[in-house]
């Protein structure tokens, strides 16, 4: 099963990111200004000669011609590129359709299931309610993004933005009690079994947080998916 873009998406370079928002891509010679769909860190990334895929803007409102939905650490001169995928304002919609199509029974049978989106509990929403008794909240954690050990740049400094994250653990934990409550780490290439870091000045709050949402009954599963230019496809997903 595949979710299918209704465009091929288009091979690129990614020149520089001068903001968060901007990445100057590289098209057939052309330097254009792309949108980035991510306003975060990228594995600590250099955007210099990045191969990338793009798709074209869908409204003429757009005051860029493209967004950057993949970014590759293989080298230009590679034919059947590794693409990683960047779009986590997408990332809900391509979950959605494989849950629609009850591709994740492992984790959520959704047959017959009504599916809704962006359900509000307590002082959050909520990515997806299924049925009356599933809430799955959809994280898309962009840190690493399959960098080996050198890779990262030198000048990264360490990742602290865990406000969110700790708000929607803390809300999950409380209907865990009542209802089944799951927070899904999904990653749009072939990521590896997430491991939970070692605690310091920056993460303590969160690993506690994690931890005793936890012991409340969160259900904590990873999703790997792979991204071309033509689809996403489910790799694997497991029980964390």
Known sequence: MRYLFKETLIEGVIVERPNRFIMNVSVDGT??????????????????????????????????????????????????????????????????????????????????????????????????????????????????????????????SPFTSFDRLIKHFIELGKYAKDKRAILALVYLYNAPNFSRPAPNAYNKEILRVATSSVKKGVEQWQLNFSIDPHSISLINYFHL
């Open 31 to 156: 330097v254009c200004r792309c949108f980035c769909p991510t306003t975060g860190r990228i594995g600590d990334m250099t955007f210099s000669n990045v191969p990338c895929l793009l798709s074209k803007a869908n409204s003429p409102m757009r005051s860029t011609l493209y967004t950057v939905e993949a970014v590759s650490l293989d080298s230009l001169e590679e034919s059947n590129k590794s693409w990683i995928g960047i779009n986590q304002t997408a990332v809900n919609q391509y979950v959605g359709f494989f849950l629609k199509n009850n591709a994740l029974p492992e984790m959520i049978s959704t047959m017959g299931e009504d599916i809704k989106r962006e359900v509000p509990i307590g002082s959050s929403r909520i990515d997806f309610l299924i049925g009356s008794n599933v809430l799955l909240e959809i994280k898309m954690p962009l840190i690493h993004c399959g960098l080996k050990e050198g890779e990262i740049a030198k000048s990264a």
